[in-house]
T-cell receptor
Framework: AQKVTQAQTEISVVEKEDVTLDCVYE???????LFWYKQPPSGELVFLIR??????QNEISGRYSWNFQKSTSSFNFTITASQVVDSAVYFC????????????FGTGTLLAVQP | ETGVTQTPRHLVMGMTNKKSLKCEQH?????MYWYKQSAKKPLELMFV???????ENNSVPSRFSPECPNSSHLFLHLHTLQPEDSALYLC?????????????FGSGTRLTVV
């Protein structure tokens, strides 16, 4: 079965701290995509990153970095030097093709960055 | 306008009312989706439209009725809802249904059923 688990329901940090959001996925497909989305209080899910299953290179974009490890089926997201504007719910998602062909989301992690 | 626009942003309706949620995308995408987001639950995919044809209906009660008159517009018609239907309803679009492109989401409609 395909599944995305975000075990951290809520995380609270103080500004400038680094924080890692965990994501563990399950799939039998060899071809799949992993995503992270940010949902600020306004409600819109904002796309952050897409990774395909054949590319395990880690990626860094400014203060954001992602660690994709197929051996542990994890796709973790780290924010360095967090800021108050990073406060949001973050969703990890898995897309797989075949008969299902849909984007499956985890339950999300609420990140609160305190000033 | 750009992106995916949803109206209204907030809606309060009684259980006997009939209302519609509207979604419009200006991205030239050919697939559109309705998701339901309830507190402490994963986003639930409700309906998928591809090239204006409904290709997926995930056991959604008949009190929710989608409509896709063209590739830019998607509606969700609501009637005789229950209080447990209160949630954030999100619309999304994508170019094709292959996952590589990801989805673009609207800001959602916060629905409260009283």
């Amino acid at each position: 079965a395909q599944k995305v688990t975000q075990a951290q329901t809520e995380i609270s940090v103080v500004e400038k701290e680094d924080v890692t959001l965990d994501c563990v996925y399950e799939t039998r497909d060899t071809t799949y995509y992993l995503f992270w989305y940010k949902q600020p209080p306004s409600g819109e899910l904002v796309f952050l990153i897409r990774r395909n299953s054949f590319d395990e290179q880690n990626e860094i974009s400014g203060r954001y970095s992602w660690n994709f490890q197929k051996s542990t089926s994890s796709f973790n997201f780290t924010i360095t030097a967090s800021q108050v504007v990073d406060s949001a719910v973050y969703f990890c998602a898995l897309w797989h093709g075949g008969a299902t062909n849909k984007l499956i989301f985890g339950t999300g992690t609420l990140l609160a960055v305190q000033p | 306008e750009t992106g995916v626009t949803q109206t209204p942003r907030h809606l309060v309706m009684g259980m006997t009312n009939k209302k519609s949620l509207k979604c419009e995308q200006h991205l030239g995408h050919n697939a559109m989706y309705w998701y339901k987001q309830s507190a402490k639950k994963p986003l639930e995919l409700m309906f998928v439209y591809s090239l204006e044809e409904r290709v997926e209906n995930n056991s959604v009660p008949s009190r929710f009725s989608p409509e896709c008159p063209n590739s830019s517009h998607l509606f969700l018609h609501l009637h005789t809802l229950q209080p447990e239907d209160s949630a954030l309803y999100l619309c999304a679009s994508s170019q094709g249904r292959t996952g590589g492109h990801g989805y673009t989401f609207g800001s959602g409609t916060r629905l409260t059923v009283v």
